[in-house]
């Protein structure tokens, strides 16, 4: 059901190929490099900005890599459960996180010294602050989303002022079309049948031509060509990803 939904809005979300391309690509190289790479290049970065000797590389080697075992263990999980969280486990769970964060936080005061566990607040402060600057700045309107779209294929396409106009249009359209959909799974709730994803695959291949047919009536011929190398460009970033992500 979630990957049919991501594919929902990929479909129908087609010309949100505007936003930041090198953004993701450099998230997708990130995604995929294996736990213990990414372990490993975490405890570079430790070890650069805080100066480990060789026995607290170690510690801090051995409390990532359970810390990592944790978070599979915990999407292996997530990913066989079939029904949404109730709000007392959503609740428990959130208790657990805390639990273990202030146990990974004593773990790491016990591996450091004086200087360094104030360091390492401070960068853990700042990176969590980053976290959520980045989720602020995702939650934008659907209008400032659409307008940050539509400047960006502006540059990309060199388009003019009616041009600017009638793409704005579209990016409206499709803005509609996923709050419905949106809307449409959270109301329903429950999972949709074989028939039901087959008319909703079939709906959304609809879209997306009718989505291709509007850009290219507003499009020159070599914008058009741009455009289409664009999408494609994205479309298989997007594909990467999941798969990546499966």
Do not use: C
């Not at 594919?7 to 936003?19: R, Y």
């Not at 029904?83 to 959503?90: F, G, H, N």
């Amino acid at each position: 059901m979630k990957k049919l939904f991501i594919a929902a809005l990929l479909f129908v979300g087609v010309v949100s190929f505007a936003q930041d391309i090198n953004q993701k690509a450099t998230r997708d190289q990130r995604e995929k490099l294996t736990p213990e790479q990414r372990n490993e290049k975490h405890l570079q970065k430790l070890t650069s900005e805080l100066s480990l000797d060789k026995k607290q590389q170690e510690q801090v080697k051995q409390l990532l890599a359970e810390r990592s075992a944790k978070a599979e263990k915990f999407r292996d999980a997530k990913k066989d459960s079939k029904t949404k969280p109730t709000e007392a486990e959503r609740e428990a769970f959130k208790k657990q996180m805390d639990t273990e964060k202030a146990a990974n936080d004593a773990k790491m005061k016990s591996i450091l010294n004086a200087d360094q566990y104030t360091k390492w607040t401070a960068l853990k402060k700042d990176h969590e602050r980053k976290g959520d600057h980045r989720g602020k700045r995702d939650m934008k309107s659907p209008q400032e989303r659409n307008q940050a779209h539509l400047q960006k294929l502006t540059t990309e396409l060199n388009l003019n002022a009616d041009q600017q106009k009638q793409v704005s249009e579209l990016l409206s359209e499709r803005s509609t079309k996923m709050e419905m959909l949106r809307k449409s799974r959270k109301d329903t709730g429950a999972a949709p049948t074989d028939a039901e994803k087959k008319a909703m695959k079939k709906q959304m291949e609809e879209d997306h031509k009718a989505t291709d047919a509007n850009m290219k009536s507003i499009l020159n011929a070599d914008q058009y060509k741009k455009w289409t190398a664009i999408k494609k460009e994205h479309k298989d970033k997007m594909k990467d990803h999941r798969k990546d992500k499966m």
